[in-house]
């Protein structure tokens, strides 16, 4: 089977489907998606989506708010960017007809979430990501010059002379083809499923991200893994993500012993930033060897019900009230800072390849990101690439100050075996998780360095979806590995036990990494 169109659009979150419909004034566009086009990230955004509305509030102070929340790393350029267009964008999607919460007045109902310093997150209830995506796949469905693939996987770029003309794909179980297109947006999301304990859908194995590493264009950031801090952890229960928007809503941690415990290792208590309530989480479950817990109970009981529906549902699947039982809750991986590198439109290191949303990085996150900047980034930076991607080509002004190449031609032994999804996940969490040191992550390179070269070996360069999925999560891996080890210094998301003090002399720098074309030395 072989496709074409004006402008190919690989994934069908947020960044996509808004990109989608810039493109489509200017062509037609063809969105691929591997699941129900409903299915990713964007959906299972609970919070809320962050904009400078309030009266007390202004870009310049949610850009400040972004800044100390990246950890000394993030692109000025491009915080400015975020925080300077969101306010459009979001007023674009309520004159769309977006159904946010509203005060007693009418306006947008804001709500403060940790590390922002005064309510500025919009939300339909707590399912604010799947409200967006409702709307603008009413949007898209009412395009005709919009056509959506779905069940359809993304198995490899086309890349000829340095520029991508399209993509190989594998339709249901079998059916295989390209679609060849004179721009192509990787918005495929994040990667959560590298890890054993994540919030991200099965979906979200990083496969734009994989496909980008795997033609050579330059990934940066990598090592920057957001671990969210309250994910359900009930027996028997599946994992699910309890809202920032709780915490900020005034829900307390407390231990077994029913004591608060975050002021003891952060003075902002629970509204710190997620790495650092993460980590005080794991801190006070090794020092009282007993579990830890979310607990409303001192909020009124009919608000917590009616402000957090889906979550109180969640929890009552799992025999808890929401509103009165202590939650048990841990963390989990949540959201990738780095990814794809970009300029502030998109544009990657290979020509008419642009990449936007989770599976881009453009430095705006820094090492951590900021609550609920997500869903903007997905709005205002799709914006930005399809804009892009129907002007005259120029190469990209790219911002990472150092680059890593790596050969491409990895080998294995014949006696290596192939792995499954989850050997991947349970090495990822065990060695590369939460807490690392430099030996857990030797062992890790060593063993992902090997499980690719078998995929190498055996040229997997397309197949069935599962082999696929598995192969993304692999690559995907292997590339965070190495930036974790390679990053000798605790910064944001990144936590080293062996070097747990941040270095700005050595470290305060973005670092991007490339394969390189095979049998090249990397020099």
């Not at 209830?125 to 779905?150: C, F, M, P, Y």
């Not at 804009?387 to 190469?395: E, F, G, H, V």
């Amino acid at each position: 089977m072989h496709l074409h169109g004006d402008f190919l659009v690989i994934g069908s979150g947020i960044a996509g489907l808004r990109a989608a419909l810039t493109l489509a004034e200017s062509g037609n566009v063809i969105v691929v998606t591997k699941a129900d086009p409903r299915e990713s990230n964007t959906g299972y955004a609970q919070g809320g989506i962050a904009a400078a509305l309030g009266p007390d509030d202004s870009p310049e102070l949610h850009a400040k708010d972004t800044i100390a929340a990246g950890d000394g790393l993030c692109n000025p350029a491009a915080v400015d960017v975020l925080t300077r267009e969101g306010p459009k964008y979001v007023n674009e999607l309520l004159a769309w007809g977006a159904a946010f919460d509203r005060d007693r007045s009418g306006e947008p109902a804001l709500a403060r979430e940790a590390a922002h310093s005064v309510r500025r997150v919009l939300h339909a209830r707590d399912a604010t990501g799947r409200e967006i995506g409702r709307l603008l796949w009413s949007q898209v469905a009412a395009n005709g010059r919009i056509r959506v693939l779905s069940d359809t996987c993304a198995t490899q770029l086309i890349v000829r002379d340095a520029a991508c003309s399209g993509v190989r794909f594998v339709a249901g179980t079998s059916d295989s083809g390209t679609i060849e297109a004179q721009r192509t947006l990787l918005a495929t999301g994040g990667a959560g499923q590298v890890f054993r304990e994540t919030t991200n859908p099965p979906v979200a194995t990083g496969d734009g991200i994989a496909m980008a590493v795997e033609a050579g264009a330059r990934v940066a950031d990598l090592e920057f893994i957001q671990f969210h801090p309250t994910v359900l952890n009930a027996p028997g229960a599946p994992r699910f993500l309890l809202s920032e928007a709780i915490r900020g809503e005034g829900a307390w941690l407390i231990n077994e012993a029913g004591e608060r415990f975050m002021t003891r290792y952060e003075p902002a208590g629970e509204l710190a930033s997620r790495d650092l309530v993460s980590r005080a989480i794991v801190r006070e479950m090794e020092r009282t060897h007993g579990r830890v817990y979310l607990s409303l109970a001192h909020l009124d009981s009919s608000f917590v019900r009616a402000r957090f529906p889906t979550i109180a549902h969640a929890c009552s699947n799992a025999g808890l009230d929401l509103a009165t039982d202590p939650i048990p809750v841990s963390p989990a991986a949540h959201y990738i800072m780095g990814g794809v590198e970009t300029d502030l439109d998109g544009r990657t290191s290979i020509g008419r390849l642009f990449a936007a949303g989770e599976a881009a990085c453009t430095g705006v996150h820094g090492a951590n990101r900021l609550a609920s900047n997500s869903l903007l980034e997905g709005l205002v930076f799709g914006v930005r690439a399809a804009r892009a991607m129907t002007s005259p080509l120029r190469a990209a002004e790219l911002s990472a100050s150092e680059l890593v190449t790596w050969p491409g031609d990895a080998e294995c032994q014949p006696t290596c075996e192939m792995p499954s999804v989850d050997d991947v996940r349970e090495l990822m969490w065990r060695e590369c998780g939460l807490l690392r040191d430099g030996v857990g992550m030797q062992r890790a390179v060593a063993k992902l360095e090997a499980w690719r070269g078998g995929f190498r070996r055996t040229s997997a360069t397309a197949g069935d979806a599962a082999s696929m999925r598995t192969r993304s999560v692999v690559i995907v891996a292997l590339m965070i590995a190495r930036a974790a080890l390679r990053r000798t210094e605790s910064r944001g998301g990144h936590f080293r036990s062996d070097f747990p003090n941040r270095d700005d002399i050595k470290w305060r720098k973005h670092v991007a990494d490339r394969l390189t074309t095979e049998g090249s030395s990397g020099a």
